[in-house]
T-cell receptor, first 114, second 114 residues
Framework: AQTVTQSQPEMSVQEAETVTLSCTYDTSENNYYLFWYKQPPSRQMILVIRQEAYKQQNATENRFSVNFQKAAKSFSLKISDSQLGDTAMYFCACLPMSGNQFYFGTGTSLTVIP | EPEVTQTPSHQVTQMGQEVILRCVPISNHLYFYWYRQILGQKVEFLVSFYNNEISEKSEIFDDQFSVERPDGSNFTLKIRSTKLEDSAMYFC????????????FGQGTRLTVV
């Protein structure tokens, strides 16, 4: 069974500051992908960042980076220099390579305060 | 940029009525999904569809649910006899194909069963 857990239902951060969103997962698979998706209010989910489990190097996309700890099954998202447009719901997800199904967490609602 | 579109954005229906949620996936994508999120809970997998047939489905996806791709562009989710507990946000997603890990999501349809 695969599960994804996001323990922070809501978070807030001051504009220009850094925030870290937590995610842990459990999977019996050796090969899988991990994702952070962002869902702005009334908009669709869009991919923020992706990590292949077989890669040790943490993925980075501009102001977004992850801390991938495979042994601990932890996949946190760091947002640097937070902007008002970062206000959104953030979902952590896992896609086992052997399957076709994404497993999502419950989401973290992030508010960037001006 | 191509995107997944869903209609309607909000649907209110009486218990026991049939509803059809519509999705237009990205053209040339091969994998299609329906997910749902009950307020405050995880985003849950319902069904995946590939090559004109269901490839995976969850326990939630019982006989009350069905999917169709009637005309090569639309991808619909039908709930035959809605229950109060079907009230949720329903997300459609598509993925380009094998080897492409990113799923593109629609903005969701909020279904309210009264």
């Amino acid at each position: 069974a695969q599960t994804v857990t996001q323990s922070q239902p809501e978070m807030s951060v001051q504009e220009a500051e850094t925030v870290t969103l937590s995610c842990t997962y459990d999977t019996s698979e050796n090969n899988y992908y991990l994702f952070w998706y962002k869902q702005p209010p009334s908009r669709q989910m869009i991919l923020v960042i992706r990590q292949e489990a077989y890669k040790q190097q943490n993925a980075t996309e501009n102001r977004f980076s992850v801390n991938f700890q495979k042994a601990a099954k932890s996949f946190s998202l760091k947002i640097s220099d937070s902007q008002l447009g970062d206000t959104a719901m953030y979902f952590c997800a896992c896609l086992p390579m052997s399957g076709n199904q994404f497993y999502f967490g419950t989401g973290t609602s992030l508010t960037v305060i001006p | 940029e191509p995107e997944v579109t869903q209609t309607p954005s909000h649907q209110v229906t009486q218990m026991g009525q049939e509803v059809i949620l519509r999705c237009v996936p990205i053209s040339n994508h091969l994998y299609f999904y329906w997910y749902r999120q009950i307020l405050g809970q995880k985003v849950e997998f319902l069904v995946s569809f590939y090559n004109n047939e269901i490839s995976e489905k969850s326990e939630i996806f019982d006989d009350q649910f069905s999917v169709e791709r009637p005309d090569g562009s639309n991808f619909t989710l039908k709930i035959r006899s809605t229950k109060l507990e079907d009230s949720a946000m329903y997300f459609c997603a598509s993925r380009a194909g094998e080897g492409y890990t990113e799923a593109f999501f629609g903005q969701g349809t909020r279904l309210t069963v009264v």
